[in-house]
């Protein structure tokens, strides 16, 4: 095995062993290859600052990609530096290469575009996007809930692990009930399928899988939003039902704002971002709303403020219209 195989290898268990999502292991995965190949595959420990300064230039200036873009592509070769490596990066004032981002005001809907948006959803994919909107839930939230996590007890709904990794509820909205008790006996029924058909088991989150071996098996455990075919696990390789795939909902939003004729791109976060300035417009404190969208800092809540405030704006008269 070549010693690149084996340092990516490394990688991909650091990575699983700090919990990051399939999603961020093949995008850090993806860029330290890069940086390797563009240096003709000389070991990342010969490399440092000068190698990472040529290659983030190179991505900017040849090929032209976004701030973001190369800013992800840092941020799996500081993984690597300092999870892998173990390199101390604190002389290199690393934190200097990082590209400018533009800030922008989060583009949102009106109450009656969402209707409009969510009124051309048919099926699973109308309470998928009923529950982002309703809840201020991001795509992955939504799409990682699991049974155990609707509480029709106390209307509550429970987000474990989120980005922030601060676990979070937020109220149940009362026009998703009847839906959601629905949808938790199509998924239950489908997971009896699965047993009897000698499956069932369904991917755990951290190390829960070796602590408590049968609870892949629990009911309770299975996801909210199955996929409709078992598939091939892409870490343990194991058959078993995920949860429905992004692309797949993010298509269908794509062609339901077509529909409804929203000439505002409209993406799955969208929906977060109605709720939150929604929630503000309606007398809802920041504070609150901070909390449910389980923000870190109420800075970040902060820009919720601005987007109300250039909806404001638009009731200044023009002195044209004098």
């Not at 919720?304 to 909806?311: F, K």
Request: hydrophobic share 40%; charged share 25%; aromatic share 10%.
């Amino acid at each position: 095995m070549s010693l690149k195989k084996k340092l990516l290898d490394i990688v991909r268990d650091k990575i699983r062993f700090k919990h990051y999502s399939i999603s961020t292991e093949r995008t850090y995965v993806y860029w330290i290859k890069c940086y390797i190949f563009f240096h003709n595959k000389k070991h990342p420990i010969e490399m440092g600052k000068f190698e990472i300064e040529q290659y983030l230039t190179s991505l900017a200036v040849k090929n032209k990609v976004s701030p973001t873009t190369q800013n992800q592509a840092f941020s799996a070769l500081l993984f690597l530096y300092k999870e892998v490596l173990g390199v101390d990066m604190s002389e290199w004032n690393i934190q200097a290469l990082r590209a400018q981002e533009r800030k922008h005001i989060p583009v949102v809907l009106t109450r009656e575009e969402v209707d409009k948006v969510i009124g051309n959803i048919n099926g699973i994919y109308n309470l998928l996007v009923s529950l982002m909107y309703g809840c201020g839930l991001r795509m992955s939230e939504v799409l990682n809930l699991r049974l155990k996590d609707i509480d029709f007890g106390f209307d509550k709904i429970y987000v474990w692990d989120s980005k922030s990794l601060k676990d979070r509820s937020v109220p149940l909205p009362n026009k998703l009930k009847q839906k959601l008790i629905m949808q938790v006996e199509l998924a239950t029924d489908i997971h009896k399928k699965d047993l009897a058909d000698g499956y069932g088991s369904v991917y755990m989150p951290f190390a829960l899988e070796k602590k408590a071996p049968s609870a892949k098996y629990e009911t309770k455990w299975q996801f909210l939003f199955p996929m409709n075919k078992l598939s091939k696990d892409p870490r343990s390789e194991t058959i078993r039902r995920h949860h429905i795939h992004p692309a797949t909902l993010g298509r269908n939003i794509k062609q339901a704002s077509n529909k409804a004729n929203i000439n505002k791109r409209v993406t799955s976060h969208i929906f977060r971002h109605s709720y939150a300035t929604h929630l503000l417009q309606a007398g809802i404190d920041l504070r609150s709303i901070q909390e449910l969208l389980g923000h870190k800092s109420v800075e970040t809540t902060m820009i919720y403020t601005h987007v109300v405030s250039e909806m404001n704006k638009a009731k200044v008269i023009s002195p044209l219209d004098f």
